[in-house]
T-cell receptor, first 115, second 112 residues
């Protein structure tokens, strides 16, 4: 009964590099959500995906950020040309198909540090 | 835009005391969830409330959803050091799969 898995747990990048964050949802879950958390703050929604589809990307910055959830493999959050302001904890959550009450289960997060 | 405000932002109390954390909004939510997050970890789901006026208990924790489904409270009886953490409320506007709107968080510290 593996939960939501994220890797890497910690990622250090220099300004201008690319960051790739991976998320494997819970077994049987087909909906994936990405959130960002700054220190001492709540979580901010970024993007919601189903297999091969982006359902809601209203929280994604317009530039440098992209997300995918391919038919096979984990969901990927990609940040190009990282800047110091991208330093944060990025969390992935998943939920099953047809949930009534939108209960989401979170992974342990990836802590991104941009030098 | 739906916003969830939590109060207090920080709370530090002695072991054995009772406390209440509030989660308020001007918007109606179809469901509201409470999570606890420990340092370096992801949020862990504690409870989901969906009916106005609903009360749910989880051992020493009591959760209530407001009648109008705009606010919620979390009451902890006889707090213990293991209750220390960041408590987050999160709401969904519609039923089914969608993004969650998170509250601003309450950082709780229980002093032994």
């Amino acid at each position: 009964n593996a939960g939501v898995m994220q890797n890497p747990r910690h990622l250090v990048r220099r300004r201008g590099q690319e960051a790739r964050l991976r998320c494997s949802p819970m077994k049987g879950h087909s909906h994936v959500y990405w959130y960002r958390q700054l220190p001492e703050e709540g979580l901010k929604f970024m993007v919601y995906l189903q297999k091969e589809n982006i359902i809601d990307e209203s929280g994604m910055p317009k530039e440098r950020f992209s997300a995918e959830f391919p038919k096979e493999g984990p969901s990927i959050l990609r940040i190009q040309q990282v800047v110091r302001g991208d330093s944060a904890a990025y969390f992935c959550a998943s939920s099953p198909e047809g949930t009534t009450y939108n209960e989401q289960f979170f992974g342990p997060g990836t802590r991104l540090t941009v030098l | 835009t739906q916003l969830l405000e939590q109060s207090p932002q920080f709370l530090s109390i002695q072991e054995g005391e009772n406390l209440t954390v509030y989660c308020n909004s001007s918007s109606v939510f179809s469901s509201l969830q409470w999570y606890r997050q420990e340092p370096g970890e992801g949020p862990v789901l504690l409870v989901t409330v969906v009916t106005g006026g609903e009360v749910k208990k989880l051992k020493r924790l009591t959760f209530q959803f407001g009648d109008a489904r705009k606010d919620s409270s979390l009451h902890i009886t006889a707090a213990q050091p293991g209750d220390t953490g960041l408590y987050l409320c999160a709401g969904g506007v519609y039923f089914g799969n969608e993004k969650l709107t998170f509250g601003t968080g309450t950082r709780l510290t229980i002093i032994p």
